[in-house]
């Protein structure tokens, strides 16, 4: 089992719907990352967090440390959404464990 | 300021062969990190520096493969006798110390082994 599980694999929206994406962790950690990849692009940091809800424009994160658990939220989706969104949590160095991604597609 | 960046962008190079791949961290940065993409794998982190010293180099994938940094800056990747499964995107990312701090990522280096 894998340390870190992102829900669904692959998602596919209308533009303007309200997209949510899932991650479960099964070690203790300190902190929680989202990071967003465009195709053939860099990987970005959106969200780095440890407790509670963080929200950055369109985008809303929250963690439940009790539950090992994560959601991203999408307000208001967009065609520029289109991308991998992956959960990765920080281990014991600072490095990073990966969820396997969220491929997710917004169409107009 | 500048992010991190990587070079080469891409390289294609014939099995057998050594590949040094580099990677420029945002200055001040005392971690640097890194990782792979491969097809099959996903991410993968495979060391990191603290400073100049990387005390954990377990999570590198044979003895073919080595890093270091010097300077508390550069950082080099080195992977010798490459394999066709060496073939991934190498990414390298900086934070400002080892810990839970955000990441900044390179673009990364496209490694293709023929």
């Known amino acids: ?18 997209i949510t994406i899932n991650c479960s962790y099964s070690v203790g950690i300190s902190a929680l990352h989202w990071l967003q990849q465009h ?14 809800k963080k929200k950055h424009g369109r985008l809303i994160a929250t963690i439940n440390i009790q539950e090992k658990h994560s959601s991203l939220h999408i307000t208001a989706s967009h065609p520029r959404d289109s991308a991998v969104y992956i959960c990765a949590v920080t281990a014991n160095a600072g490095e990073l464990v990966f969820g396997a991604g969220t491929i997710l597609r917004v169409k107009s | 300021g500048a992010g991190v960046s990587q070079s080469p962008s891409n390289k294609v190079t014939e099995k057998g062969k050594d590949v040094e791949l580099r990677c420029d961290p945002i200055s001040g940065h005392t971690a640097l990190y890194w990782y792979r993409q491969s097809l099959g794998q996903g991410l993968e982190f495979l060391i990191y520096f603290q400073g100049n010293s990387a005390p954990d180099k377990s999570g590198l994938p044979s003895d073919r493969f080595s890093a270091e940094r010097t300077g508390g ?16 995107v190498y990414l390298c990312a900086s934070s400002p110390e080892v810990g839970a701090y955000e990441q900044y990522f390179g673009p990364g280096t496209r490694l293709t082994v023929t």
């Not at chain 1, 195709?39 to 509670?52: H, N």
């Not at chain 2, 800056?73 to 991934?88: C, K, M, P, W, Y």
């Open chain 1, 1 to 18: 089992k894998n340390e870190v599980e992102q829900s669904p694999q692959n998602l596919t929206a209308q533009e303007g719907e309200f």
């Open chain 1, 39 to 52: 195709p053939g692009g860099g990987i970005v940091s959106l969200f780095m967090l440890s407790s509670g």
């Open chain 2, 73 to 88: 800056s550069v950082s080099t990747l080195t992977i010798q006798r490459t394999q066709q499964e060496d073939s991934a």
